[in-house]
């Protein structure tokens, strides 16, 4: 396991980190990813722990708080230090009925983190971030709200997820305007298969040294090796197809990861994670798993190696089609003799 700094903090996490979105159940669209209880819970925790991973994240509204309740208990069950891990979690999704009992106002915030600090059982949360855009609520009084929070000392950093680049790049100004606590993170979907990411907010990531958590690497199982074009095996997809995926591309590129696969003796899967860990922009991939076994496939990605040509091969058939701006960037790039952009 190799660790990098998230950003320009000086948190240090584990290139792979456990999501706990299957853990709890509760709900019916939670049911349909994954119901782990507690035993189970820990014997996942456990095994991400023993393999190297410092970095869990979870959610208030996953499973309508368990992830978060189990989570925490595992921690404990297992005997953690908690100066020894890195806890995420985030606030935005509904938690109760109103106008007010979702969002990223202040009042929202504030009571949510109360409440995930029980759930959780702990007295700091190491990076709380806002779920996604909500645009009833001024920037502004998002980021006062969470600098609160750190100056309070109940959150450590603080970050976001499934903004914009230019969603992103506003808060980043606010916050060096208003001597806020700095954005550290954006969590974002990104895979071999969708790179949508790098048109825009990749490059803004790399410009602001904001650090990139990824979710759903392999497609919502898209890419764990049960999908041909021949036919789709059993799996997360056959309740909930998601996230989208270009099918027609998504299919060439696990052609070639297959074949890929097979020459090193690995999983599709493992490919998959292994190149988003290639990804000089990515600080840590999230691992998503219901059972020891997927669990420990994916883990094995940190194992895998590419070579130059391999990792061209892959770029080549998963490249997004050009698209203007980009396309006329790079074509003016070369007047001043500069670097060229990194897509």
Same mark, same amino acid.
């Given at each position: 396991?190799?660790?990098?700094?998230?950003?320009?903090?000086?948190?240090?996490?584990?290139?792979?980190?456990l999501g706990?979105?299957?853990?709890?159940?509760?709900?019916?669209?939670?049911?349909?990813?994954?119901?782990?209880?507690?035993?189970?819970?820990?014997?996942?925790?456990k095994a991400?722990?023993?393999?190297?991973?410092?970095? &869990?994240?979870t959610?208030?509204m996953?499973s309508?708080?368990?992830?978060?309740?189990?989570?925490?208990?595992?921690?404990?069950n297992?005997?953690?230090?908690?100066?020894e891990?890195?806890?995420?979690?985030?606030?935005?999704?509904?938690?109760?009925?109103?106008?007010?009992?979702?969002?990223?106002?202040?009042?929202?915030?504030?009571?949510?983190?109360?409440?995930?600090?029980?759930?959780?059982?702990?007295?700091?949360i190491?990076?709380?971030?806002i779920?996604? &855009?909500d645009?009833?609520?001024?920037?502004e009084?998002?980021?006062?709200?969470?600098?609160?929070?750190?100056?309070?000392?109940?959150v450590?950093?603080?970050?976001?997820?499934?903004?914009?680049?230019?969603?992103?790049?506003?808060?980043?100004?606010?916050?060096?305007?208003?001597?806020?606590?700095?954005?550290?993170?954006?969590?974002?979907?990104y895979t071999?298969?969708?790179?949508?990411?790098?048109?825009?907010?990749?490059?803004?990531?790399?410009?602001?040294?904001?650090?990139?958590m990824?979710?759903?690497?392999l497609?919502?199982?898209?890419?764990s090796?049960?999908?041909?074009?021949?036919?789709?095996?059993e799996?997360? #997809?056959?309740?909930?197809?998601?996230?989208?995926?270009?099918?027609? #591309?998504?299919?060439?590129?696990?052609d070639?990861?297959?074949?890929?696969?097979e020459?090193?003796?690995?999983s599709?899967?493992?490919?998959?994670l292994?190149?988003?860990?290639?990804?000089?922009?990515?600080?840590?991939?999230?691992?998503?798993?219901?059972r020891?076994?997927?669990?420990?496939?994916?883990?094995?990605?940190?194992?895998v190696?590419?070579?130059?040509?391999?990792?061209?091969?892959?770029?080549?058939?998963s490249?997004?089609?050009?698209?203007?701006?980009?396309?006329?960037i790079?074509?003016?790039?070369?007047?001043?003799?500069?670097?060229?952009?990194?897509r």
């Amino acid at each position: 396991m190799r660790y990098n700094q998230l950003g320009r903090t000086g948190l240090i996490v584990s290139e792979l980190c456990l999501g706990t979105m299957t853990f709890g159940g509760e709900g019916e669209l939670w049911g349909k990813i994954g119901q782990l209880q507690q035993e189970e819970a820990d014997a996942l925790v456990k095994a991400a722990l023993d393999a190297g991973i410092n970095f &869990f994240d979870t959610a208030n509204m996953y499973s309508e708080g368990r992830s978060e309740q189990i989570l925490g208990q595992s921690l404990k069950n297992l005997g953690v230090a908690r100066d020894e891990v890195v806890v995420a979690t985030k606030v935005l999704g509904r938690m109760h009925a109103g106008p007010n009992g979702a969002g990223a106002s202040r009042g929202h915030i504030l009571t949510q983190v109360e409440k995930s600090l029980e759930r959780l059982g702990t007295d700091f949360i190491d990076l709380y971030q806002i779920h996604g &855009f909500d645009s009833a609520t001024p920037f502004e009084e998002t980021l006062y709200a969470l600098d609160s929070l750190v100056r309070k000392g109940v959150v450590r950093y603080i970050g976001l997820s499934n903004w914009a680049a230019w969603q992103v790049m506003k808060a980043v100004g606010i916050a060096a305007a208003k001597d806020y606590a700095p954005i550290a993170s954006l969590q974002a979907y990104y895979t071999i298969a969708g790179r949508d990411l790098e048109r825009d907010v990749i490059p803004m990531l790399d410009s602001e040294g904001v650090g990139l958590m990824v979710w759903s690497p392999l497609a919502g199982g898209f890419l764990s090796g049960k999908y041909t074009r021949e036919g789709e095996g059993e799996g997360r #997809r056959a309740a909930f197809d998601f996230p989208p995926v270009n099918k027609d #591309r998504g299919y060439a590129v696990i052609d070639v990861l297959r074949e890929l696969a097979e020459a090193k003796d690995r999983s599709v899967a493992q490919l998959a994670l292994a190149w988003l860990l290639y990804q000089k922009s990515v600080s840590t991939v999230i691992l998503g798993a219901k059972r020891p076994d997927q669990l420990a496939d994916n883990l094995g990605a940190v194992e895998v190696e590419f070579t130059t040509e391999e990792l061209a091969r892959l770029d080549e058939v998963s490249k997004l089609p050009a698209e203007y701006p980009g396309w006329m960037i790079e074509r003016q790039n070369g007047y001043r003799g500069g670097p060229s952009e990194r897509r």
